[in-house]
Structure formats: structure tokens, C-alpha cells
């Protein structure tokens, strides 16, 4: 079992960068997927971006992709999304999830989530 915690989240203006970080508890953080989602207000939460227990596979939403980053860091149990040339569409509250068995972008597949974290991009 895993608890994630974001944080990073606030307030940047369009073109800028920011880098959420997710840090779980538990002995067991090597052996979960991980992935970002995001939600905006009367939208579906989507996978934005999701990463491999061991690293080694990642996915990104067309919309993120070439823009977002997301890594791991085993050993400090945390993962991370870096995002650059922040647009006002990227405005969401962003969530870390953890997934046992699949490296998915469906919200069903994940077993444990944090609270979130609010990003809001100004244009």
C-alpha cells in the first residue's frame, strides 16, 4: 500500500514552467505504476502522463507531449512532472495516482490517489 502527496502546484504565467512532485509512503513505491492526472472544473480527470514501476515506459496525452516530463525517482519514493510552456489549458487541479498491475491512463486502474494539487496558468 501507497499513500501519494503532491505538491508543487501554483500560479505561473503563460510559457512557464513549474514541477510537481509526488512523494508516497510505503516500502512498496518500486513496485507501482504511477501517473498524473488532471481535472478542470465540470471536465473528466484525464491522464495526462504516467510512468512504469521501473521507469522504463512512459505515456503522454497529445496534449502534454513535448511539454510535460515525468520521472521517477525510486529510491526517494517520488515522482515528478515537470511541465513546460504552461498554456491557460493546462489549468486543472493535477492528482498523483498509483496503480498495482497496469500502466494505465484509466482512472478505474489505480488503486490509491493524493489529494491534489491546483496549478493555474495565466495568460
Known amino acids: 500500500q501507497v499513500q501519494p502527496v503532491e505538491s508543487g502546484g501554483g500560479l505561473v504565467q503563460a510559457g512557464g514552467s513549474l514541477r510537481l512532485s509526488c512523494t508516497a509512503s510505503?516500502?512498496?513505491?518500486?513496485?507501482?505504476?504511477m501517473g498524473w492526472f488532471r481535472q478542470a472544473p465540470g471536465q473528466e480527470r484525464e491522464c495526462v502522463a504516467a510512468?512504469?514501476?521501473?521507469?522504463?515506459?512512459?505515456y503522454y496525452a497529445d496534449s502534454v507531449k513535448g511539454r510535460f516530463t515525468i520521472s521517477r525517482t525510486n529510491a526517494k519514493n517520488t515522482v515528478y512532472l515537470q511541465m513546460n510552456s504552461l498554456k491557460a489549458e493546462d489549468t486543472a487541479v493535477y492528482y498523483c495516482?498509483?496503480?498495482?498491475?497496469?500502466?494505465?491512463?484509466?482512472?478505474?486502474?489505480?488503486?490509491?490517489w493524493g489529494q491534489g494539487t491546483q496549478v493555474t496558468v495565466s495568460s
Open positions: 510512468i512504469s514501476y521501473s521507469g522504463g515506459r512512459t
Open positions: 495516482a498509483a496503480a498495482r498491475w497496469t500502466m494505465s491512463t484509466r482512472v478505474a486502474e489505480y488503486d490509491y
Open positions: 510505503g516500502r512498496a513505491f518500486s513496485m507501482y505504476n
